[in-house]
C-alpha cells in the first residue's frame, strides 16, 4: 500500500507594503497607511503641504497699436466720451471690425495716402443735441469727399445718446492718453464682454508697431552704421514698408509677408453696405437688388465694375436716413436704365481677326471626319 504524501502548506501573501519615504518594507498596522516610522510620516506630510512656486506667465501686452482699437479711440475723441459705444455687444463689435475689413479693402484699391472712405455717422457725432453712438446701427461707409459735404446733416434714423444719459465720468480729457481712453472704454463697454470679443477678434499689434518693437532690439543708438536706420525709425510718419525694408537690410533676410491685399471696387463697398444695412431697414431691399442688378450687367458686358461717381450721391443719402418713397423709386429706376444702357453699349463687337481665315461648319464638319480616318 502506497504511503499519502503529506499536503504541502500553501505560500503565505505578502502583507508588507514598501515606505512611500525610506522604500523599505514594513509591515502596516493599518491597509492605509503608507510609511514605516513617525519620522517617514513627518517627511512625507512636510512634502505634502510645501508650496510649489511656479514662475508666472507675463500678462499679455494690450495691443494699443492693433488698427481697430485706434479706430474706437479716434472716434472716442472726436464725441468726446467714450459713451459711444455703451451697451455695444459682442456680436456687434466683431460687425464693426468687419466693416474695417471691406473699409481697407476699398481703400487699397485707390492707392491715396488719405483714406477715400470713412466710417459716417446717420446721427451725427457733433453738431447736434444728441450724440451720436459708433455702433453698426448708428454708421456706414461712405465716400470721404461726400462724408465731409453732408456735415452734420441728419435725415432720420441712426443710434444716439440723450443729454439726460450723458455722464461725465466716461468723458475723455485731453491730458489722455491712447491706453487711458481705451481702459475707460472698456470700463463703459464691460470687461466680459470686451473680453469675449477678443478671445473671437485675436487683436494683434500693428505690422508697423511689430516692426518698431523688433527694430529696437537690433538698433544700437551708439553705433553710428546705425544712424541711418535710426531716423527711419525714430520718424513717425515712416510707413510699415520703409521699416521692413530697414528690417532687410539689418538682417540680410527677407520679412514674409504673410496673406495678400484684398481690393474691393466702390461698387462692391455700396453693395456690401446696402446688404448690411438692409438688415436694419428692410425698406432698402429693393435698392440692393438695382445696384446687383446694375453690377451684375456692368461684369457681363465691360468686364469692370460699374463706375458709382456720378450717383454715389444719391445711394449716399439714402444709406444716411433718407426714406424710400415712390419719388426716389422712380429715381431709382431711371439710374438703372441709364446704367444698364451705358454698360450695354460699351459692349466691344468679336469681330473676325484681319488676314485670318475662318472656317465654315461644312469645313468643320469635313475636317473631323479626315481626323477620325
Not at 459713451?83 to 484699391?109: G, H, P
Not at 453732408?150 to 480729457?173: C, K, L, M, W
Not at 536706420?229 to 533676410?253: C, F, G, I, N, Q
Amino acid at each position: 500500500m502506497a504511503l499519502a504524501l503529506p499536503a504541502t502548506k500553501p505560500n503565505k501573501k505578502d502583507l508588507r507594503k514598501t515606505c512611500t519615504v525610506c522604500k523599505t518594507k514594513f509591515l502596516p498596522s493599518h491597509h492605509s497607511t503608507l510609511t514605516c516610522s513617525d519620522e517617514c510620516k513627518r517627511i512625507r506630510r512636510n512634502k505634502s503641504t510645501k508650496v510649489v512656486h511656479r514662475k508666472r506667465r507675463k500678462p499679455k501686452a494690450f495691443p494699443i497699436s492693433n488698427i481697430f482699437v485706434q479706430l474706437l479711440i479716434r472716434h472716442a475723441k472726436q464725441a468726446g466720451t467714450v459713451q459711444i459705444v455703451q451697451y455695444i455687444t459682442v456680436e456687434e463689435l466683431l460687425e464693426l471690425r468687419e466693416m474695417q475689413k471691406v473699409q481697407l479693402a476699398t481703400n487699397n484699391l485707390s492707392g491715396r495716402a488719405f483714406a477715400d472712405y470713412h466710417f459716417c455717422h446717420i446721427y451725427p457725432a457733433n453738431g447736434m443735441s444728441h450724440i451720436g453712438k459708433f455702433n453698426p446701427q448708428n454708421l456706414v461707409l461712405g465716400n470721404g469727399m461726400l462724408n465731409r459735404t453732408h456735415g452734420s446733416r441728419y435725415f432720420g434714423g441712426g443710434d444716439f445718446i440723450s443729454p439726460a444719459h450723458q455722464t461725465n465720468r466716461f468723458d475723455v480729457e485731453r491730458r489722455m492718453s491712447d491706453r487711458d481712453v481705451m481702459e475707460l472704454m472698456i470700463k463703459c463697454i464691460g470687461r466680459d464682454v470686451w473680453d469675449a470679443f477678443d478671445k473671437v477678434a485675436k487683436l494683434q499689434p500693428s505690422t508697423k508697431q511689430s516692426y518698431i518693437d523688433l527694430l529696437a532690439t537690433l538698433l544700437d543708438r551708439h553705433n553710428p552704421a546705425h544712424r541711418q536706420y535710426l531716423k527711419v525709425v525714430d520718424d513717425p510718419r515712416s510707413t510699415a514698408k520703409e521699416l521692413r525694408l530697414v528690417l532687410e537690410s539689418l538682417t540680410d533676410k527677407k520679412v514674409y509677408m504673410f496673406g495678400s491685399s484684398r481690393y474691393m471696387s466702390p461698387m462692391g463697398l455700396m453693395i456690401a453696405e446696402f446688404a448690411r444695412v438692409a438688415k436694419y431697414r428692410p425698406d432698402l431691399t429693393p435698392v440692393l437688388k438695382a445696384l446687383e442688378q446694375i453690377e451684375q450687367t456692368s461684369r457681363y458686358f465691360t468686364y469692370d465694375s460699374f463706375d458709382l461717381s456720378e450717383v454715389e450721391g444719391f445711394f449716399f443719402n439714402l444709406l444716411h436716413g433718407v426714406e424710400v418713397s415712390d419719388t426716389v423709386l422712380a429715381e431709382l429706376a431711371d439710374i438703372v436704365v441709364s446704367a444698364l444702357t451705358t454698360s450695354t453699349a460699351k459692349m466691344k463687337p468679336f469681330d473676325r481677326a484681319a488676314g485670318y481665315d475662318c472656317f465654315e461648319p461644312e469645313q468643320v464638319e469635313a475636317r473631323r471626319a479626315r481626323m477620325a480616318a
